[in-house]
């Protein structure tokens, strides 16, 4: 099974910051990576697939990068509706999550 | 609009069985392949059991392997999820989830139904 890691488990940060989370795979993935973010009490939202595409609707501040086994998931200047649990996910061979990244206020 | 609306949750004892459902609305049910995912009070996400567009491929993971069906109506637009020989560690709010058409990242998801294992 494909292990994912994500660092860090919780990130303090203020509005307008830039924030960077990570997340390896235990083996290399190609660029089948997934990034969601999960709020309070709701269902995940995707927001990047295929490493670096960024799903239509979600705003540009949000961008992926990475291949192999390390990625990155970056908000360019963190806004409130921003803070969340974010989750990376791999579909090279079937389905795992990471343990999520929850980005709270500082 | 895409909708996935989940049902079928609730209290169920440890060696129980439920039946969890997903209507779907806004697009071509047929065409679609479909997962469940499930997330633990305060845990991660899960990805237990994935189901073709045509019920040709179906796969498990091995937490619920040989106790959990997937199977689906396209003519009923529904999806479900037969649970048995339940468990504790099955207690969890679970997802049904698009799977993106010629990917494999799951593009929407529905609000979850809640299911809790206890005496």
């Known amino acids: 099974d494909i292990q994912m890691t994500q660092s860090p488990s919780t990130l303090s940060a203020s509005v307008g910051d830039r924030v960077t989370i990570t997340c390896r795979a235990s083996?290399?993935?190609?660029?089948?990576l997934a990034w969601y973010q999960q709020k309070p009490g709701k269902a995940p939202k995707l927001l990047i697939y295929?490493?670096?595409s960024l799903e239509s609707g979600v705003p540009s501040r949000f961008s992926g990068s990475g291949s192999g086994t390390e990625f990155t998931l970056t908000i360019s200047s963190l806004q409130p509706d921003d803070f969340a649990t974010y989750y990376c996910?791999?579909?090279?061979?079937?389905?795992?999550f990471g343990q999520g990244t929850k980005v709270e206020i500082k | 609009e895409v909708q996935l609306v989940e049902s079928g949750g609730g209290l169920v004892q440890p060696g129980g069985s439920l039946r969890l459902s997903c209507a779907a609305s806004g697009f071509t049910f047929s065409t679609y392949a479909m997962n469940w995912v499930r997330q633990a009070p305060g845990k991660g996400l899960e990805c237990v059991s994935y189901i073709s567009s045509s019920s040709t491929t179906i796969y498990y993971a091995d937490s619920v392997e040989g106790r959990f069906t997937i199977s689906r109506d396209n003519a009923k637009n529904s999806l479900y999820l037969q649970m048995n020989s339940l468990r504790a560690e099955d207690t969890a709010v679970y997802y049904c989830?698009?799977?993106?058409?010629?990917?494999?990242?799951?593009?929407?998801w529905g609000q979850g139904t809640l299911v809790t294992v206890s005496s």
């Open positions: 083996q290399s993935i190609s660029s089948w």
């Open positions: 996910q791999q579909y090279n061979t079937y389905w795992t």
């Open positions: 989830a698009r799977k993106s058409h010629g990917n494999y990242h799951f593009d929407y």
């Open positions: 295929d490493a670096s």
